[in-house]
């Protein structure tokens, strides 16, 4: 999860590289950008972050990004695999790419990567199904966001986990 299945964008690449150099730790990739279903011009990058010290972090990243494009939020999240329940910031940052960088303490990483390894090998007809409604939602525009979203769910919590994802963001 450190590398990434797909190739994402040059100027995508060189900020999580930086990043990681600035926090001086490991960046973990999940989501589409490690399935087939990763569209590189609009598909997100989903990464995580482990930490001792969750606040401090949040702020060398803000710091880090020094710009206006990003929205953070505080969530609480129960892990499917091991039934525990985490909780994070979520960082949600654009510029020429989208991001979502989930910051959790390291006391949660192995729950959570064993988690986010669950929904990267998928079986194909799931891929399949990924990428049709990407392609209605991001080629064509055919399927409203919201559609999208709830379609998306569908697959992922309830064909991949049997159950809908327990998650709750506050806003900050």
Do not use: C, W
């Not at 972050?49 to 401090?56: L, Q, V, Y």
């Not at 702020?59 to 499917?80: A, E, R």
């Not at 399949?128 to 919201?146: A, D, E, H």
Request: glycine residues 2%.
């Amino acid at each position: 999860m450190e590398t990434t299945k797909n190739k994402m964008p040059n100027n995508a690449s060189i900020f999580f590289n930086k990043l990681g150099n600035y926090l001086d730790t490991k960046i973990y990739y999940y989501g589409s950008i490690q399935r087939l279903d990763y569209f590189p011009k609009s598909s997100d990058i989903d990464v995580d972050i482990f930490t001792d010290n969750e606040k401090s972090t949040l702020l060398k990243i803000k710091n880090f990004l020094n710009d206006s494009n990003y929205k953070i939020n505080k969530f609480v999240y129960k892990l499917h695999k091991s039934g525990i329940l985490v909780h994070g910031y979520k960082i949600k940052y654009n510029d020429d790419f989208s991001t979502e960088i989930s910051i959790y303490n390291e006391k949660y990483k192995d729950a959570v990567l064993l988690e986010h390894n669950s929904k990267i090998h998928v079986p194909f007809y799931i891929s399949i199904m990924l990428i049709i409604i990407k392609v209605f939602y991001y080629n064509l525009s055919l399927l409203p966001k919201s559609y999208y979203f709830y379609l998306k769910k569908i697959i992922m919590d309830y064909l991949i986990e049997g159950q809908a994802a327990e998650f709750v963001t506050l806003e900050m």
